[in-house]
């Protein structure tokens, strides 16, 4: 992938990523299926930039993003953080590798311990990985506090007493706390209202400006991906059907996941939005557990030929940086 | 950042004193604190005070009613009933406290193990159940035959049917607790919290020391207030079988027992020890009430 925004290194890579998890049914628990939430993903992310990660609900962004973590013990595959293989690491040797990488929430209520002050949620990572003395750690978190936006006062409140957006905060100043280089943001303003959305989205971008982060932002929220992603990676069950870079996925999308998904954003201007042509998809995604044979699209593709409900497509490079895994675009 | 500038942010004041001051605002948490110190005070001080011996026989006052020899009355051997009383305290209440918290600790760690590991669940749950249809009874009957000499050979009369008393009552009793907690585990370990913990590195134990146990206290107190009660009942019933203490020598349970014979002609000999332990319990209960408030930052403070 060469691209004149690219030129950096590439931080995180994924390869044939496949979290499946099993399906135990009967007297016996006995293991009749898997779900195949994510199956098969690559793509690189490279260092400085927001990768979005965007799908409708339930197609496999946000187990994805916990997999890349090594949340889950994955299936298959192999993710390299910094020239580090963590793929088959076993959960206890990923500790020296944590502070590396960290993960904003999607609910920030759920996401802090309401038995713990805001102090002790943000210096807990503290506590873990350093050995700092009680004052360099509050020193610590009260610079975590201003750089997040926080008031200071707030150090020994507890999470109930916030707003959505103060909560959102401490997160991200949790996330913050060891000095990552790879932050995943897992549909971090999914449950903010819009006005909060866009302080919180400033936030992260000039986090990441500040500390040079990267981040994989999980949305369903195409218009916030186009404001803060780089580069866009579209998910339809489990898979990615296309990377492409911003400017180029909402100009001329290839898929035609990505075209229906594209059309469905609203127009603004009322005198466009008669020209919009929505493009409906029919029926419902497949179970994850049974995709259907060939490409995972294929029931619902408006374009789809004979061969996609034989063979499933693999991802192609049509363009500098811009991949589809489509049998339309096969021979270009 | 300069000194004066983190000196400006309030220095983190101990959460304990947060959780004292919404102690206090429950009135019914302090009457109970108030009532059992002073229960606490007076079985453990009162014998100096009051320094009849509470086995002393004193045929000539037996049957006697409240007197200012004996406020409480005398009981058919002539034994001061309040000398009685506050011995039989002592031992009432330490039985309940350390039964109580054996159980507790014993359930907490099974409901915990069994919650957050699942290769444990299996096991460690069908061993509760296996507990559960033990009959006690018979069960008791045997522990008490089979361990009450060798203890007491070892420990000392009092101390060692203490020591197996204790060890009976927390043993037959921490089920309950257990799955209590494994319930409440299995829906906390799947809080983003938690998930959060675990991103950041934490190892189980710590995840389960900080993020679990403390957001699991409200069903641990209210099991432990319970258990006390439990405990005391079930010692009660122990001695009245003859397997607990020595006939001689009283517990609140005991007392209760061996005046149910005469209740119509000398009620306020069942009287006494009754409402020792139901006003006990009734404060204990109280207490993990109000600290169960207390410890919950989302009550606190309103």
């Known amino acids: 992938m060469l691209d004149e925004t690219n030129s950096g290194n590439v931080l995180v890579e994924v390869r044939d990523l496949k979290m499946h998890f099993p399906i135990h049914a009967g007297v016996f628990k006995k293991r009749v299926g898997e779900v195949k939430a994510v199956d098969g993903i690559s793509f690189d992310i490279f260092e400085g930039e927001t990768l979005g990660l965007v799908g409708e609900s339930g197609c496999g962004k946000s187990t994805a993003g916990r997999a890349i973590l090594r949340l889950y013990d994955i299936t298959e595959g192999s993710i390299k953080i910094d020239g580090v293989e963590i793929g088959p690491t076993p959960q206890p040797k990923l500790r020296e590798m944590r502070p590396t990488m960290q993960m904003v929430f999607q609910d920030p209520q759920a996401s802090l311990n309401p038995r713990m002050s805001v102090a002790a949620i943000i210096g807990e990572p503290l506590d873990e990985h350093t050995d700092f003395s009680k004052k360099e750690k509050r020193e610590k978190v009260l610079g975590l506090m201003d750089a997040v936006g926080l008031n200071r006062d707030f150090a020994n409140r507890y999470p109930h007493e916030f707003s959505g957006g103060q909560r959102q905060r401490i997160g991200i100043a949790r996330a913050l706390a060891l000095n990552p280089k790879f932050i995943v943001c897992d549909e971090p303003i999914a449950a903010l209202d819009v006005s909060i959305q866009a302080q919180v989205v400033n936030l992260l971008e000039d986090l990441q400006e500040e500390f040079g982060l990267t981040y994989l932002f999980i949305s369903h929220d195409l218009s916030m991906v186009r404001h803060i992603a780089d580069r866009v990676a579209v998910m339809y069950l489990g898979r990615v059907v296309e990377l492409a870079t911003r400017e180029e996925l909402f100009r001329a999308p290839k898929h035609p996941y990505t075209q229906a998904l594209l059309s469905a954003v609203p127009e603004p201007d009322p005198s466009l939005e008669e020209k919009v042509e929505r493009i409906l998809l029919e029926g419902d995604v497949p179970s994850p557990s049974k995709p259907p044979k060939g490409c995972n699209f294929c029931t619902r593709c408006p374009q789809v030929m004979d061969i996609c409900k034989e063979i499933d497509p693999t991802g192609k490079e049509i363009a500098a940086g811009h991949q589809v895994a489509c049998h339309l675009y096969a021979d270009t | ?302």
């Open chain 2, 1 to 302: 950042m300069t000194d004066a500038t983190i000196q400006a942010a309030r220095p983190p004041r101990s959460q304990w004193w947060d959780v004292w001051d919404q102690f206090k605002t429950h009135k019914g948490a302090m009457a109970g604190l108030i009532f059992f110190v002073f229960i606490i005070a007076a079985v453990y001080l009162g014998p100096f005070l009051w320094t009849i011996d509470p086995t002393y026989i004193d045929i000539r006052a037996r049957n006697s009613g409240p007197s200012l020899a004996h406020p409480f009355g005398a009981d058919q051997l002539g034994r001061d009933i309040l000398a009685r009383m506050l011995q039989g305290g002592q031992v009432s209440i330490s039985v309940g406290l350390t039964a109580m918290l054996l159980s507790l600790v014993l359930g907490t760690f099974v409901g915990v193990l069994a919650g957050y590991w699942k290769r444990l669940d299996g096991l460690l749950m069908r061993l509760t159940d296996l507990f559960l249809a033990l009959p006690l009874l018979p069960l008791l009957l045997v522990i008490i035959m089979l361990f009450r000499d060798p203890l007491r050979a070892m420990f000392g009369l009092e101390t060692g049917i203490f020591i197996l008393i204790v060890f009976v009552i927390g043993i037959t009793s921490w089920m309950q607790t257990a799955r209590i907690v494994r319930g409440d585990v299995l829906a906390l370990k799947e809080r983003e919290y938690v998930l959060a913990a675990r991103s950041i590195g934490t190892p189980s134990r710590r995840v389960v020391l900080r993020h679990i146990l403390p957001n699991i206290m409200s069903p641990i107190m209210v099991s432990a207030t319970l258990g006390i009660a439990n405990a005391i009942i079930t010692e009660s019933a122990l001695s009245f079988l003859g397997l607990g203490f020595p006939p001689d020598y009283p517990t609140w349970g005991r007392l209760l027992f061996d005046a149910k014979d005469m209740i119509q002609q000398y009620p306020e000999r069942v009287i006494w020890p009754g409402l020792a332990i139901s006003l006990t319990v009734l404060a204990v209960n109280y207490i993990g009430d109000g600290l169960r408030d207390a410890l919950d930052p989302r009550i606190r403070g309103r």
